[in-house]
């Protein structure tokens, strides 16, 4: 989400924490709609050699590299896209999954249309209860996407690959969504193919975009759903600051609803949500699109320009790639593996 080399940096003293909160669940399976096998598709190689004492963030950086400066710009529709589907794909499968393909066909408004898909692949835990992961592939066709959003895919696939032998307390379903860009394509549909038997099964979803660039980390969602309050209290353990704004507060001035990301399907169904995305509310506009000092970017924005590369990032923020892999990696991890909802200790 390079020319210049990206570092990892090491972060140590993890703690596990366990956190109860409020919540129910029926006890069923998730039952999706038929999607295609991916057979015996093979493509790029993930990194090797990860084990438990790797740096977190250390694989997401490969991923990044390989995602933002080697493929570049997935316009959804087109061949880059296809080419990171299949390299999501690929990175799953090695990782252990078995791999699911959801393809969709996108109706532009200029009433053309093409195909893209979503990528599925589930970590089964000690309850069928199931908690989606989910961040967009594609990008525009400004710069090469390493904000918006190949840092939270890297992010997504170095999780799934760290917890496919862990022992999660949730079913944990990781969702890379296509097409985003044009209408949030990939996430609608995707929504719109879980059964009610499914919906009542679903703890939340965790959405991650943006996660690279901005000046700040957020955390959007309401007080008193569990996975927004579960990843504000790892977060508080490990000393992670994250400024929060609720549900309410994305949309916009005049109450209207904001479809900005892919939570606003799981939003609009009733699905509780988290949303993680890095930026600057107190700049610009203060709407949150503005992501850093006017000095960078676009007047402090990169998603959808020219400066969202790997190569500007990493030269006008040194350092900052490498935390947020590495911190943000380390949060989900313990927040999917340590937190409890009662009844379930």
């Given at each position: 989400?390079?020319?210049?080399?990206?570092?990892?940096?090491?972060?140590?003293?993890?703690?596990?924490?366990?956190?109860?909160?409020?919540?129910?669940?029926?006890?069923?399976?998730?039952?999706?709609?038929?999607?295609?096998?991916?057979?015996?598709?093979?493509?790029?190689?993930?990194?090797?050699?990860?084990?438990?004492?790797?740096?977190?963030?250390?694989?997401?950086?490969?991923?990044?590299?390989?995602?933002?400066?080697?493929?570049?710009?997935?316009?959804?529709?087109?061949?880059?896209?296809?080419?990171?589907?299949?390299?999501?794909?690929?990175?799953?499968?090695?990782?252990?999954?078995?791999?699911?393909?959801?393809?969709?066909?996108?109706?532009?408004?200029?009433?053309?249309?093409?195909?893209?898909?979503?990528?599925?692949?589930?970590?089964?835990?000690?309850?069928?209860?199931?908690?989606?992961?989910?961040?967009?592939?594609?990008?525009?066709?400004?710069?090469?996407?390493?904000?918006?959003?190949?840092?939270?895919?890297?992010?997504?696939?170095?999780?799934?690959?760290?917890?496919?032998?862990?022992?999660?307390?949730?079913?944990?379903?990781?969702?890379?969504?296509?097409?985003?860009?044009?209408?949030?394509?990939?996430?609608?549909?995707?929504?719109?193919?879980?059964?009610?038997?499914?919906?009542?099964?679903?703890?939340?979803?965790?959405?991650?975009?943006?996660?690279?660039?901005?000046?700040?980390?957020?955390?959007?969602?309401?007080?008193?759903?569990?996975?927004?309050?579960?990843?504000?209290?790892?977060?508080?353990?490990?000393?992670?600051?994250?400024?929060?704004?609720?549900?309410?507060?994305?949309?916009?001035?005049?109450?209207?609803?904001?479809?900005?990301?892919?939570?606003?399907?799981?939003?609009?169904?009733?699905?509780?949500?988290?949303?993680?995305?890095?930026?600057?509310?107190?700049?610009g506009d203060e709407d949150g699109w503005t992501q850093v000092d006017l000095m960078y970017g676009d007047e402090g924005v990169i998603r959808h320009t020219p400066y969202d590369t790997l190569q500007y990032l990493d030269r006008v923020f040194p350092g900052r790639i490498d935390e947020r892999l590495e911190i943000l990696t380390m949060l989900l991890y313990e927040s999917l593996t340590g937190c409890i909802m009662p009844g379930d200790e």
């Open positions: 989400m390079t020319s210049d080399p990206i570092l990892p940096v090491m972060l140590t003293g993890l703690l596990l924490s366990i956190f109860i909160c409020p919540w129910t669940w029926a006890d069923e399976t998730i039952d999706y709609v038929p999607v295609l096998d991916t057979g015996s598709l093979t493509g790029h190689e993930i990194l090797d050699g990860m084990d438990d004492t790797s740096p977190f963030g250390n694989s997401a950086q490969g991923y990044l590299i390989t995602l933002a400066d080697e493929i570049g710009a997935r316009v959804a529709g087109t061949d880059k896209e296809e080419e990171a589907r299949d390299y999501i794909i690929s990175t799953l499968k090695q990782s252990g999954y078995e791999v699911s393909v959801q393809p969709f066909t996108v109706t532009t408004q200029e009433d053309e249309t093409y195909e893209s898909a979503n990528i599925i692949t589930t970590k089964q835990g000690e309850n069928d209860a199931t908690i989606i992961v989910g961040a967009h592939y594609d990008s525009v066709d400004d710069g090469d996407g390493a904000d918006d959003n190949a840092g939270s895919v890297a992010i997504l696939l170095e999780l799934a690959q760290r917890l496919v032998n862990e022992e999660t307390p949730y079913t944990i379903q990781f969702v890379a969504f296509g097409s985003e860009e044009e209408d949030l394509d990939g996430s609608r549909y995707f929504v719109s193919t879980i059964t009610p038997s499914a919906r009542k099964n679903l703890v939340g979803m965790i959405n991650l975009d943006g996660l690279l660039a901005g000046d700040n980390l957020y955390l959007y969602g309401d007080t008193g759903v569990f996975i927004r309050d579960c990843i504000l209290s790892t977060a508080s353990v490990h000393d992670i600051f994250l400024e929060t704004r609720t549900a309410r507060e994305l949309d916009y001035e005049d109450g209207s609803h904001c479809d900005c990301a892919d939570y606003a399907p799981f939003e609009q169904r009733g699905i509780p949500f988290a949303y993680l995305e890095a930026t600057n509310w107190d700049i």
